[in-house]
Every structure is written in C-alpha cells, then in structure tokens.
C-alpha cells in the first residue's frame, strides 16, 4: 500500500550522522511512512538502515544538488513529502502534527515549523528559530512580503516543511541552485496554496561541518539578493518591503556566518536574533 508520507534524505557527501537521522523518522508516533535514502557518487551510506520501511538508492553520475533532491521525490510514492539531510532530528511527533493539519487544510500547499539549530556534538546552539510573522494560515502575498522584508529566507530548512507532492510536481520541483532553491521553491507554492505555520519546533537542523570559503558565501549572498528582488516583484510587494529587505541582508548575512561558525565550534554559545 502507499504510505501517507515519504522522507527523502538525499545523502551527497557524509553519511556519518545519517543513521541517527533515520532513526528519529523510524520512531515517529505517525507510522505510516517510507523514508528513501539517495546517495549520491562518493556518499558512503554505510549505516545500518535495516527496516521495511527504508530504500536506499544510489546515484551512479555526478549531478547538481537539486536534481538529486528532485530525483529523491521521483523514487518516492507518498503524497506528502518531507526532506532530511544527514543529522537532522524529528521531534516523535512531528510528522503527526504536520499531517493532521494538512489534512485538515486540504487547500494548504504546505506546512512549516520551527527548528533548533544544532552544533555538530548535537547542542542546541539556537532555540526555536524561523517563521517570525509567518504562524498560522499564510496567502501569498503575506509570503512574499516577509520573505522580502526578511532579507534572508524566514521559513528555514526544508526539514521543518512538510509539502503537498501534488504542489511539488506542478511547478516542477527544485529549480535553483541549492542555496536558494528551498526558499523559491516555497514562494513558488503558495501560488497552489496557502502556507501553514506552527510555533512548535519540531526538528532540530544540524549546521554544516564545512565552512563555506569566502567566494562561496558571496555568491550564497548574491543568489539570495537575486531571488529576494524577484520576489519583490510579486503582487502586494511594496517598496517599503524591498527597501528594508535590502537593510535587514547584510545583517542577516552576518548571524548566518555566526551559527556557522557556532556549529563547528567545539563550545557553542546563542546565536544573535
């Protein structure tokens, strides 16, 4: 039988934290799930994933990020859909939660939720981030406006999202490079339907153990400014709105590189909000 909800867990480099990722979605209060692990070439998914429930595929050819997040949704069956990267954490009753209200919003495009941020040894270094102006019931419009205002992307990881695949299919999944393609691909939903947003943090995100050299995060930060003023040219966009997006970037920028740099520290300390 399908099953309610697939969790992709694309895997493109490390897999070493990927067995504990499995495990907070194996030990879900909801069951009926299938989670498919796409590894990618060099991406040594060795951990033991033995459960009926879990696929693991690989991927023989080298292809950009988010065609492997794209393709891991092409393995799935489910009409619900959650991504997970390798050391991610679900709290027990995440996906119960996501999926009632999905069901009892059949208009929603998708729902999102808080997240932790946590350091590499699993501390949390940033408590209940994202979402600000954005809980509860969210047209379009609304979207755009924060997301703009922001300067940064306020929804989060895809780890907090849980999509219709219905949605996901119609505007043809991830299009972006991938450090923009989670919030376009967000934006690009609610033109299919509302987003829902919940206060609770239901995942925890573990930040990266690999810096970004300098000219990648130039170009992370001038993908964003790109994607930001597309945005703004959506209907009830103002300029007010762009004006203080354009302010809040640099700032927002600046408390990325902060948890970055928190996540691989072997001491953490809050993350400025």
């Known amino acids: ?69 794209n393709r891991s949704v092409g393995a799935s069956s489910a009409p619900l859909v959650k991504f997970l990267q390798p050391g991610d954490l679900l709290h027990p009753h995440c996906l119960a939660v996501q999926v009632s209200l999905l069901q009892a919003e059949p208009a929603a495009a998708f729902v999102a939720h808080r997240q932790h941020l946590i350091d590499r040894l699993g501390r949390t270094i940033a408590p209940a981030r994202f979402l600000r102006g954005l809980l509860g019931v969210q047209e379009r419009r609304h979207v755009a406006r924060r997301v703009v205002r922001s300067g940064a992307n306020p929804v989060g990881s895809t780890s907090g ?7 996901f299919d119609a505007i043809g999944g991830f299009r972006r490079e991938r450090f923009v393609a989670d919030l376009d691909l967000y934006v690009r939903m609610t033109e299919h339907g509302p987003m829902l947003g919940l206060p609770d943090p239901l995942a925890a995100v573990r930040l990266g ?41 640099p700032g927002a920028r600046r408390r990325r590189e902060v948890a970055s740099r928190l996540g691989r520290s072997a001491r953490s300390s809050a993350v400025p909000g």
């Open 161 to 167: 999202v849980l999509l219709r695949r219905s949605v």
């Open 209 to 249: 153990a690999s810096p970004p050299d300098a000219d990648t995060a130039d170009r992370f930060f001038s993908l964003q400014r790109s994607s930001t003023r597309e945005f703004g040219l959506i209907d009830g966009v103002t300029r007010v709105d762009r004006v203080v997006g354009a302010l809040r970037a």
């Open 1 to 69: 039988m399908t099953p309610t909800v697939s969790v992709c867990v694309p895997v493109l480099q490390g897999a070493q934290d990927l067995a504990k990722t499995v495990r907070s979605v194996l030990m879900q209060a909801f069951t009926d799930i299938e989670v498919v692990v796409l590894a990618a070439p060099g991406a040594a998914v060795t951990a033991d994933l033995d459960d009926d429930r879990v696929r693991v595929q690989h991927i023989e050819e080298t292809l950009p990020v988010t065609t492997i997040w």
